[in-house]
């Protein structure tokens, strides 16, 4: 019993095929990642507080985790 | 005046002086000028608290939506939403651009928030990144302890990168002090893993499961109790707490409890509930998570594997009635009623990037009456006196009266500005005193305005010692804070620092760290004590006897004093002390006589204007700052070694530190006819450094033997290569590369060798 992969999540997500969990889950993690990506070059650029880039990075490495997982399994997928 | 007189002056206005009527007329609200400021930061302070209730509130409700109807995907983006807009938490005071300025000011819709409050929202953005992440990876045909164990060394590890820069210290989480709490907490933790499986907990592998999949399942469950545990009480209560109180405690269990929502029935989430209740209460009185992650962990395995084991897999049916809802609702109310109780004495503050207070000094108050020669260990060293406990009571932050003393000489252009920054104080209970020290420039003209506002003091040219002895002698206050004429304050700080004070009436000093504003007051990015430097804190006698130039304090514009400890080493002697170092004094020899607290929070302002009176205009070799130095060194050396006697501290005698070491010899090598010690020679003060450097128990021993290689060479070196040596020793920006080396061979109070008090 853990909050951090709850049965109800872990159902949601192992009743779909990696494709089209990735296609629902995925996509919302991927523009996420995506967006604080924009903005943490956005704020590199416009020199802002080191400490608030930190905190965009931090966010940022867990989500990309977890998209370069994603297209791992769906490359896997394919190339088997 | 003399000393008997100042004395004398003091005792009477003591003697004379009623608890309710210290606050004189500058305790006023600030008026005109002050008030746009003073409102400004007040009202940001309600809407920062706000905004952070909001947020929670919100993470509740998704976590409720994603839970009761099931819709994982929405959930999900709502989390993805939420985590977007808290990191756009408007950047704190220090340098920010216009275009990082607007976009964050407009999401944040104008709020000002306090830098508690920042760090609070951004711990807050590790609960939606869980279910962001979680519901993001790839885990179709991973088993669950697998998919588990994956998202909590993902998020543990975010969480742990996170914590310093919300200024918690990860190293805190190992803490094991207070080991009777501890175990508490496993107790309970125990005993709430058996009535979660009574409750239907699921188990942790089917029957009849394999040796490495039971073995997985152990591993996911630790890794995720000490995820969980690192996230929500490490990080989230920490900075929660910081920001609203006891309350934030609540907060941040409410928030774990509503992340097991979907765990089962409603008497199952209650009894997380309570578990996240007791180990928050383990985090709040020890400090660390050591307590809080085995209570998780037994509490983990003890419902999904231990019990079943044992018992078996049928439950008894009436546990599925309202009985055990109610039951643990009433255990619920209690432990929330535990929590919000009164300060019982023996609860860590939480203090950013620094190491807690000890609990024991935390519930050792005194210090007027001085030490107790009651041997005990405190602070690695053993045989030393503890504090002493008095009658001495808590107060309120509000009761607590804060006196700001602004001394001044010739700085006119800059003064205005400095008793504006403390009529501007949110603090409701604050008087303001302005001793002008025989300026010869406009500054008396501009003091004119604040007649009848403020305390003002007009003498003769004495020195920043007399000055602040003059001011001292005005009023009497429970805190006193100094503040150059030339420096800013932040208008939370008397806050903070009463808060700080309020928290335990044996804390004898709070330091902090100020940022360094140029002569227009534009920012230069720069803080003094440097962010990466931690600062020390808790029961520092014996660090500050036997190293005590070695430390990292604030300079004296950093700190404040709480009055009784002055009172034991007033007034400063003037002699001593001629024309600056006053702060040393009480600096250095207020550390004897009660714990100290550092803020992580910046609350003043440090003016770099090229006129400073002990600030170095380059790093490069001044010997007429170095002999300054060693002068201000010696006497505070004399008058901690006084102090300690007086109290009855043993201490290594005699008082050495490297870094008055170091200054003597490199005054001596390069210029032996104007150097103020005459009995030094070389080769002695290099045999001191060896013993200066055995009594540094805070840094590791390649650490001493840089040191000694350092006095050793330049004891022998000729005088230019004494010199560029010399530089590389005290000016850590020639050697930008060994200083990362340098700060992972530091473990403890001190840091390495600079100059003394500044």
Known sequence: MSDLLPPLVQHAVASKTVFSASQ??????????????????????????????????????????????????RLAIILR | MRHDEFVGHRKRRMAHAPVSARADSATAPPESAGDDSHMSAKAGGRQGIAMLLLCIASLIAVEALLFARGRVLAGQIADAVLLFLILQVKPGPGRRSPATWSLSHALSLGWNPSEATRDAMRSLALVPLIRVVSVGLPLRDVSYPAGTLAVGLIIG?????????????????????????????????LLLGFVAYLLGAPALWPTGASHERALLGLVAVVAAAAAEEIVFRGVVQWTLQRALGRAGVLAAAALFA?????????????????????????VVRTG????????????AVGAGAIWPALLGRSHPAWLSGPVPIIA???????????????????????????????????????????????RAVVGGLPARAVFRRT???????????????????????????????????????????????????????????????????????????????????????????????????????????????????????????????DARGRATGVTKPQPHIPMPQGDLRSAELAFPFDISWSGGGGNAFRTAALERILPIPEDDYPRRGADWYLVHLTTLLGPVVSLPDICASYRVHGRNGYEPRAPQLDLDHVRETIRYARVTGQALARLADELGLEYPRPILSLSELSNRLVSLKLEPELHPVQSDRAWRLAADAVRAAHR?????????????????????APPPVAR??????????????????LSRLHRGPGQPPRGGAD
């Open chain 2, 391 to 517: 009658t001495a009571r808590r107060s309120s932050v509000a009761q607590l009266s804060v006196q700001i003393i602004i001394s001044n000489h010739n700085y006119g252009e800059y003064i205005t500005e400095a008793i504006d920054s403390a009529r501007n104080q949110v603090h409701p209970n604050v008087s303001i005193v302005v001793v002008d020290d025989g300026s010869t420039d406009d500054s008396r003209e501009r003091l004119r305005r604040y007649r009848g506002t403020v305390d003002v003091v007009l003498k003769e040219n004495g020195g920043q010692a007399s000055a602040i002895n003059a001011g001292l002698a005005r009023g009497r206050a429970d805190i006193v804070m100094l503040l150059d004429a030339d420096d800013v304050l932040k208008p939370h700080a008397a806050t903070r620092l009463a808060a700080a004070f309020a928290s335990d009436p044996g804390i004898a000093k709070v330091q902090f760290r100020m940022d360094v504003i």
């Open chain 2, 258 to 282: 509503s992340t097991y929502l979907g765990a089962g029935s409603a008497s199952l989430v209650l009894t997380v509930a309570l578990a996240g209740l007791v180990f928050a209460r383990t």
């Open chain 2, 724 to 741: 560029e040596l010399a530089e590389i020793f005290m000016f850590p920006e020639r050697r930008t590369r060994l200083n990362a080396l």
């Open chain 2, 157 to 189: 590890s975010a969480a742990m990168v996170l914590a310093p820069v919300v200024g918690v210290a990860p190293r805190t989480f190992l803490t094991a002090r207070a080991p009777r709490v501890q175990l508490q907490a496993v107790l309970g933790g």
């Open chain 1, 24 to 73: 629902a889950f995925g996509v919302v993690t991927l523009v996420l990642l995506v967006v604080l990506l924009l903005e943490r070059e956005v704020l590199r650029i416009a020199r802002a507080q080191p400490a608030r880039l930190k905190a965009l990075s931090i966010a940022a490495v867990p989500l990309l985790v977890a998209v370069a997982l994603t297209i791992w399994a």
């Open chain 2, 288 to 299: 660390g998570l050591s307590g809080a992650v085995g209570g998780h962990v037994v509490f």
């Open chain 2, 696 to 716: 540094r128990f805070d840094v590791a021993w390649p650490m001493k033997a840089m040191f000694i290689t350092w006095f050793a060479a330049a004891a022998a």
């Open chain 2, 328 to 374: 643990l609702a009433v255990a619920t109310a209690g432990m929330t009623a535990i929590i919000m109780r009164r300060h019982d004495g023996h609860e860590q503050s939480p203090s950013a990037g620094e190491a807690p207070v000890a609990p024991r000094l935390a519930q050792l108050p005194s210090i007027g009456s001085g030490l107790s020669v009651r």
